[in-house]
T-cell receptor
Framework: GEDVEQSLFLSVREGDSSVINCTYTDSSSTYLYWYKQEPGAGLQLLTYIFSNMDMKQDQRLTVLLNKKDKHLSLRIADTQTGDSAIYFCAVGVEDTGRRALTFGSGTRLQVQP | DSGVTQTPKHLITATGQRVTLRCSPRSGDLSVYWYQQSLDQGLQFLIQYYNGEERAKGNILERFSAQQFPDLHSELNLSSLELGDSALYFC?????????????FGSGTRLTVV
């Protein structure tokens, strides 16, 4: 089945850019998402990209997809202390519902003032 | 508020017991997914229902079962509980059967088995 890998921890200073990386194994992955989890809360969908796209920008968030290397990244510009959270990469293969989204183990982003 | 409601928020129970976790999906969503989040295993997919029928199965133990009712709410039943079942259990919903729109998550039920 699909395997999704993320680094566990990232620390940045307030105002800097953060880049969170994710790799996946299934080359037929079609839908790729980034979720944010704050302490004591559920997962909140931040942004997404489809496999026919290379990049998507949404305000301070930029998602890059390298299909050849099966690599996905999330860049947060001008990182704020409120961005401190766990960020999950999630990958979906198709839309028939036979396989649910596979999540990475999450990257804990710590933003230092 | 995401629109996905999970109850209870916290549950403490003893080993060997049985509990039921409840989830009401976002209005209009037909799919319900259950995930288990533990410290050492990340977010693991358990099971999916679509409009009352089981659609996909993940790493769900035989001691666990789920169902989706005609009003689309879902229940996850955990029996013969072990210490290792302590985790956050998330329910998520989506409008379609598959992944296209991503999922909307509830705030989870924290289960502690003592």
């Amino acid at each position: 089945g699909e395997d999704v890998e993320q680094s566990l921890f990232l620390s940045v200073r307030e105002g800097d850019s953060s880049v969170i990386n994710c790799t996946y194994t299934d080359s037929s992955s079609t839908y790729l998402y980034w979720y944010k989890q704050e302490p004591g809360a559920g997962l909140q969908l931040l942004t997404y990209i489809f496999s026919n796209m290379d990049m998507k920008q949404d305000q301070r968030l930029t998602v890059l997809l390298n299909k050849k290397d099966k690599h996905l990244s999330l860049r947060i510009a001008d990182t704020q202390t409120g961005d401190s959270a766990i960020y999950f990469c999630a990958v979906g293969v198709e839309d028939t519902g036979r396989r649910a989204l596979t999540f990475g183990s999450g990257t804990r982003l710590q933003v230092q003032p | 508020d995401s629109g996905v409601t999970q109850t209870p928020k916290h549950l403490i129970t003893a080993t060997g017991q049985r509990v039921t976790l409840r989830c009401s999906p976002r209005s209009g969503d037909l799919s319900v997914y259950w995930y288990q989040q533990s410290l050492d295993q990340g977010l693991q997919f358990l099971i999916q229902y679509y409009n009352g029928e089981e659609r996909a199965k993940g790493n769900i133990l035989e001691r666990f079962s789920a169902q989706q009712f005609p009003d689309l709410h879902s229940e996850l039943n955990l029996s013969s509980l072990e210490l290792g079942d302590s985790a956050l259990y998330f329910c998520a919903s989506s409008a379609r059967q598959g992944s296209y729109y991503g999922y909307t998550f509830g705030s989870g039920t924290r289960l502690t088995v003592v």
